[in-house]
């Protein structure tokens, strides 16, 4: 063999034995944005779906018969209380109260007659000008007049009540419906005339579920849980349009029992509704505070994964490698979450990135960001 191809052999063979023995380049590390968990001072809530309903809601019905004269309010008004809404033909009930007021007149006069003769007994007895029976008789008739008086005048009372019912007031501030009667029609006393709803403030009712009632009844026990300044568990709601939960009142009242059916118990809350937005019927999200200000940890739901079911996050520990480390989560907040356990303060979390980590023990390039808002 030539001494040219011994050595090219020599030289490849050497440079694969080089090769072999060469440990591999590390694994460079994977960049990520990360959060530095600083807990924060906040209350925990609880979020229900809730109805809207009136405080006040009356079905108005005529408290006398006739035939409707006038109506005198639109549809959809905004209305006082004693506000005059409609009029019923008073012509029948003025009759009814002339007449009373006549019969009125003439027990009046019956009765001064009565009582003038019945003075006079102990006098017309004393001078052996009448009998016992006679006096007696005096007597009796004082008190029948005096009886047909009364009789008159709650009749006078009666007429003239039905004839100031004649003008159908409203019985609520609050915002009327349409009239479901025009203007001629006969109507009764069971007849519905309109609808009128109060605007403010508005109720919101709320289904709880058993837990969550017995966690809300503890932290009141222990005084553990969020109050205003007048001593009033605070509850916040919105709309399917808005965020943030600007509308906010207070907890008012529980039912008094659970429905066995759901495991549930209807929660009401007193919302002030001053601009008129919430209207009766309308669904909407409501929350109530489980706890009392206290510091929390919270993170971006996106910083979450799923294990079989076990929820985990990422913490860069102090060799700037992402590792496995399970949570228990709390409710949401918006786009964030609530910890309940399995975080510190001082732990440094992945929170984007989060695809490129294949596995455990992975080195990150880490980029922070800022903490959280809730």
């Given at each position: ?5 011994l ?24 960049p ?14 609880q ?20 035939y ?5 309010v ?12 409609f ?8 009759a009814k ?14 009765l001064?007659t ?11 007895l ?10 007696d ?12 008086w ?11 009540l ?7 007031l ?7 419906s349409?009239a479901?009667?025009t ?18 403030p508005m109720?919101a009712?709320a ?6 009632l017995l ?19 605070p ?15 207070w907890?008012?009242?529980l ?5 066995a059916?759901?495991?549930s118990?209807?929660?009401r809350s ?53 590792q ?30 989060l695809a490129?980590i ?10 922070s ?6």
């Open positions: 063999m030539k001494p040219s191809l050595l090219a052999g020599v030289l490849v063979l050497s440079h694969c034995q080089r090769s072999a023995s060469t440990p591999p380049p590390a694994m460079p590390p994977t990520v944005e990360v959060l530095r968990i600083v807990p924060q001072p906040l209350v925990e809530w979020e229900f779906s809730a109805r809207v309903e009136a405080a006040e809601h009356v079905s108005l019905s005529p408290r006398v018969s006739g409707l004269d006038a109506v005198h639109a549809a959809g008004a905004m209305v006082k209380k004693d506000q005059l809404l009029e019923i033909d008073p012509l029948p009930y003025a109260k002339s007449q009373a007021e006549a019969v009125l007149a003439r027990a009046e006069a019956a001064q009565a009582k003038s003769e019945a003075a006079r007994v102990p006098e017309l004393a001078a052996r000008a009448m009998t016992q029976e006679q006096a008789a005096r007597i009796s008739a004082l008190a029948q007049a005096e009886a047909a009364k009789a008159a005048q709650a009749d006078r009372e009666l007429a003239e039905d004839w100031q019912r004649t003008r159908v409203a019985p609520i501030d609050g915002k009327i349409r479901l009667v203007v001629g029609n006969a109507v009764n006393l069971g007849t519905t005339l309109t609808t009128i709803v109060s605007v403010d109720h009712y289904d709880l579920d058993e837990n969550t966690r809300v009844q503890s932290l009141m026990e222990k005084k553990q849980i969020k109050v205003d300044e007048q001593g009033r568990i509850v916040e709601l919105q709309l399917a349009d808005e965020k943030d939960y600007p509308h906010r009142g907890f008012e009242s039912d008094n029992r659970v429905q059916s759901t495991g118990i209807v929660l007193i919302i002030p509704n001053p601009s008129g937005r919430l209207v009766p019927g309308m669904f909407a999200r409501i929350r109530i505070p489980l706890s009392a200000e206290q510091a929390t940890i919270v993170i971006p739901e996106m910083a979450i994964k799923t294990d079989q079911g076990q929820k985990f996050v990422y913490v860069v520990d102090e060799k700037s490698c992402a496995y480390r399970p949570v228990v989560l709390g409710p949401s907040l918006g786009m964030n979450r609530i910890i309940r356990s399995g975080l510190k303060e001082g732990d440094t979390i992945v929170v984007n990135g490129k294949f596995m455990p023990g992975m080195p990150v390039a880490a980029e960001q800022p903490t959280p808002k809730p």
